[in-house]
């Protein structure tokens, strides 16, 4: 596996409410990158974190935030849930090198909004 | 923006078949990447092309990347059950990956 971990697993939430998906990097990776995975659809990139700092947005509403730690764990923040919302949220860690990273997805934590 | 678009969206092929799954890019790409997602399960990074007309090979797994580097393609030589899953390109830009919407292959025995 890719060593990187996501929490939780699953979780159910309703519209409106806020939630906070966590993801561990794997070892020695200093970006993280954060993924909505709609079903039956690619992944669509929200954003890139890179040494705490965001470097990269996708097309997403700013009620969708970020953190990035100095162990370079990550937070993804979702305010006022709606239904779209409902979807696998996945991280990516990757070794900023200069050249172009390869990225290594953490297993997803699937949300469903109600 | 970057849109990647692959083709077909599915495939269901007995096991032996060969399989063919193309990407084409609304714009020149620095690179591509190749995931594969099993069903449930989350991408696994299956190869980058850089170059353009490279291509490589995994075993009975073969990648190529146009001249333009617009476009691509993964072509599985004689199926085996266990290939079954999505397969996703990626292109790659500054700090983003765009996905396609993948091909879902499915395979009998």
């Known amino acids: 596996e890719t060593g990187v971990t996501q929490s939780p697993t699953h979780l159910i939430k309703t519209r409106g409410q806020q939630v906070t998906l966590r993801c561990s990097s794997q070892?020695?990776?200093?970006?993280v990158s954060w993924y909505q995975q709609a079903l039956g659809q690619g992944p669509q990139f929200i954003f890139q974190?890179?040494?705490?700092?965001?470097?990269g947005r996708g097309n997403f509403p700013p009620r969708f935030s970020g953190l990035q730690f100095p162990n370079y764990s990550s937070e993804l923040n979702v305010n006022a849930l709606e239904l779209d919302d409902s979807a696998l949220y996945l991280c990516?860690?990757?070794?900023?090198?200069?050249?172009?990273?390869?990225?290594?997805f953490g297993p997803g934590t699937r949300l469903t909004v109600l | 923006g970057q849109q990647v678009m692959q083709i077909p969206q599915y495939q269901h092929v007995q096991e032996g078949e060969d399989f063919t799954t193309y990407c084409n890019s609304s714009?020149?790409?620095?690179?591509i990447q190749w995931y594969k997602q099993r069903p449930g399960g989350h991408p696994v990074f299956l190869i980058q092309?850089?170059?353009?007309?490279e291509v490589k090979k995994q075993k009975r797994l073969t990648f190529q990347f146009g001249e333009a580097k617009k476009n691509s393609s993964l072509h599985i030589t004689a199926t085996q059950t266990t290939d079954v899953g999505t397969y996703f390109c990626?292109?790659?830009?500054?700090?983003?990956?765009?996905f396609g919407k993948g091909t879902m292959l499915l395979v009998s025995p």
């Open positions: 990516a860690s990757s070794l900023r090198t200069g050249g172009t990273d390869t990225q290594y």
């Open positions: 070892s020695g990776h200093n970006t």
């Open positions: 974190y890179y040494r705490e700092e965001e470097n």
């Open positions: 714009t020149t790409l620095s690179n």
């Open positions: 092309l850089v170059k353009s007309g």
């Open positions: 990626a292109g790659s830009g500054y700090s983003t990956l765009t």
